[in-house]
């Protein structure tokens, strides 16, 4: 028999359960442990709740983790509740799927005004995380910039511009849905060191644009490259840039009072304000024979009481585990940390491919799982609630879970698929409600 426990619950912990399930059959135990009460990670917190195709995916990890060689242990914090050596001395092996919620630090003068947010946080406001349901983002002025050519800057930049009713039928938090219907933003600026070429947004990202309600995307024709240089780009960016060089030709929709403006070649320099974000400087830039971003000395300050920080993301250290603070992950090689120690997904590679890449991941490790026998340590998920009882732990179990899901459906908006349950006590009171409550 192979023990197994998984610190986290996204799509990285759920593509390794489902691999050691396929690889070991009937021989393994797999305990998945979760901070929160709540499973699934980015689906449920990171997602835009418009996308709601997206997170269907989950039906697939409620498979998993309905399988009896599973357990999902949620509001269980691994350097609170238990540590990893002591899941080292239950299990066979301990694999890191924490993924990166952390974001990035922006780096420049004037980045701890107040306004200046990044998007894990401002991402997770609107999605009804509980860290950050007290966050309330400024949206009372009229301009907005979001600095990062991602989709993560896209996703918040339609979010901001989308009308309530655009909104209704998804699973966005109530608050958020709230504050964004009384929101007096005009002016939403999606800003970039480098130019459409080197833009990491994807195709249907940014053709949703241009089907808003009250808002329209702005490309201004001079930062798009001579079309004849489009020939040299990948496929799906060449049809990114496409829809970029429709944007710029047709204008923007003088009946839509929204602007979504994409400001390539700018360079953020410092956040000025006293007290509270009142605009960026940023300097103007070109891309050098290197592909890099240069200044051009030229430097301008645009207006803003939202600042969103969409540059990157870092995984959470974990204490007792080398963490590599350059990189924004663990320190591992291929995956091993330490004997019996592994990582995967974003906490193994950085936040980088698509949620369908962390299932490569999880099953490669799985393979060198299984080239080795067990380590035999421990009495696994047993050893677990032994321990777990005894410093006064309960666990919300995957029932739990169902019974949160099962309270917010039933208080959802006309439409929508819920309303979240965004505090704490709240979810864990859903979560321990007795049958029929």
Request: proline share 7%; aromatic share 6%; hydrophobic share 45%.
């Given at each position: 028999m192979r023990t197994l426990a998984i610190i986290g619950s996204g799509p990285a912990a759920f593509y390794t359960a489902e691999a050691a399930l396929k690889a070991f059959g009937d021989d393994v135990r797999i305990d998945m442990l979760e901070r929160l009460p709540t499973p699934y990670?980015?689906?449920?917190?990171?997602v835009a709740p418009d996308h709601q195709s997206i997170k269907a995916v989950s039906r697939r990890y409620e498979q998993v983790a309905t399988d009896p060689r599973v357990r999902f242990l949620g509001d269980v914090e691994v350097g609170r509740d238990v540590e990893v050596a002591d899941?080292?001395?239950?299990?066979?092996?301990?694999v890191l799927a924490t993924g990166a919620p952390q974001d990035r630090p922006l780096g420049i003068p004037g980045d701890t005004l107040e306004g200046v947010v990044g998007s894990a946080a401002f991402v997770g406001w609107y999605n009804g995380h509980p860290d950050w349901a007290d966050l309330d983002p400024p949206l009372d002025g009229p301009d907005a910039i979001?600095?990062?050519n991602g989709n993560v800057a896209i996703d918040c930049a339609r979010v901001l511009a989308k009308t309530t009713a655009e909104l209704a039928a998804s699973d966005i938090a109530g608050h958020a849905l709230g504050a964004l219907g009384r929101a007096g933003l005009r002016t939403i600026r999606i800003l970039g060191r480098r130019g459409p070429h080197q833009a990491s947004f994807t195709l249907k990202e940014v053709g949703e644009l241009g089907e808003l309600l009250r808002a329209t995307p702005v490309v201004k024709p001079e930062d798009l490259p001579p079309e004849a240089a489009d020939a040299g780009l990948e496929s799906g960016?060449?049809?990114?840039v496409q829809v970029l060089r429709r944007f710029a030709s047709e204008g923007p929709d003088a009946a839509k009072p929204v602007r979504i403006v994409f400001d390539f070649f700018r360079r953020p320099v410092r956040a000025v304000g006293e007290g509270r974000v009142a605009g960026l400087e940023v300097m103007r830039t070109r891309v050098g024979a290197d592909g890099r971003a240069e200044d051009t000395g030229e430097t301008e300050t645009l207006a803003c009481s939202l600042l969103i920080s969409a540059i990157g993301y870092r995984t959470a250290g974990v204490p007792g585990v080398p963490f590599d603070a350059a990189t924004g992950r663990f320190a591992n090689v291929d995956g091993r940390i330490a004997d019996r120690l592994w990582c995967v997904g974003w906490a193994r590679r950085g936040p980088t491919g698509t949620i369908g890449t962390n299932r490569h991941d999880g099953f490669a490790l799985v393979e060198r799982l299984a080239a080795t026998p067990p380590a035999g340590h421990g009495d696994g998920p047993k050893g677990l609630d032994r321990l777990l009882a005894s410093r006064g732990v309960v666990p919300v179990d995957f029932a739990g879970w169902q019974r949160i899901d099962a309270a917010e459906a039933a208080q959802a908006r006309p439409g929508a698929p819920r309303?979240?349950?965004?505090?704490l006590a709240a979810l864990r009171a859903a979560a321990h409600a007795p049958a029929g409550a």
């Amino acid at each position: 028999m192979r023990t197994l426990a998984i610190i986290g619950s996204g799509p990285a912990a759920f593509y390794t359960a489902e691999a050691a399930l396929k690889a070991f059959g009937d021989d393994v135990r797999i305990d998945m442990l979760e901070r929160l009460p709540t499973p699934y990670g980015l689906i449920r917190a990171g997602v835009a709740p418009d996308h709601q195709s997206i997170k269907a995916v989950s039906r697939r990890y409620e498979q998993v983790a309905t399988d009896p060689r599973v357990r999902f242990l949620g509001d269980v914090e691994v350097g609170r509740d238990v540590e990893v050596a002591d899941l080292l001395q239950l299990f066979d092996d301990v694999v890191l799927a924490t993924g990166a919620p952390q974001d990035r630090p922006l780096g420049i003068p004037g980045d701890t005004l107040e306004g200046v947010v990044g998007s894990a946080a401002f991402v997770g406001w609107y999605n009804g995380h509980p860290d950050w349901a007290d966050l309330d983002p400024p949206l009372d002025g009229p301009d907005a910039i979001i600095i990062g050519n991602g989709n993560v800057a896209i996703d918040c930049a339609r979010v901001l511009a989308k009308t309530t009713a655009e909104l209704a039928a998804s699973d966005i938090a109530g608050h958020a849905l709230g504050a964004l219907g009384r929101a007096g933003l005009r002016t939403i600026r999606i800003l970039g060191r480098r130019g459409p070429h080197q833009a990491s947004f994807t195709l249907k990202e940014v053709g949703e644009l241009g089907e808003l309600l009250r808002a329209t995307p702005v490309v201004k024709p001079e930062d798009l490259p001579p079309e004849a240089a489009d020939a040299g780009l990948e496929s799906g960016q060449r049809r990114v840039v496409q829809v970029l060089r429709r944007f710029a030709s047709e204008g923007p929709d003088a009946a839509k009072p929204v602007r979504i403006v994409f400001d390539f070649f700018r360079r953020p320099v410092r956040a000025v304000g006293e007290g509270r974000v009142a605009g960026l400087e940023v300097m103007r830039t070109r891309v050098g024979a290197d592909g890099r971003a240069e200044d051009t000395g030229e430097t301008e300050t645009l207006a803003c009481s939202l600042l969103i920080s969409a540059i990157g993301y870092r995984t959470a250290g974990v204490p007792g585990v080398p963490f590599d603070a350059a990189t924004g992950r663990f320190a591992n090689v291929d995956g091993r940390i330490a004997d019996r120690l592994w990582c995967v997904g974003w906490a193994r590679r950085g936040p980088t491919g698509t949620i369908g890449t962390n299932r490569h991941d999880g099953f490669a490790l799985v393979e060198r799982l299984a080239a080795t026998p067990p380590a035999g340590h421990g009495d696994g998920p047993k050893g677990l609630d032994r321990l777990l009882a005894s410093r006064g732990v309960v666990p919300v179990d995957f029932a739990g879970w169902q019974r949160i899901d099962a309270a917010e459906a039933a208080q959802a908006r006309p439409g929508a698929p819920r309303e979240k349950l965004v505090r704490l006590a709240a979810l864990r009171a859903a979560a321990h409600a007795p049958a029929g409550a």
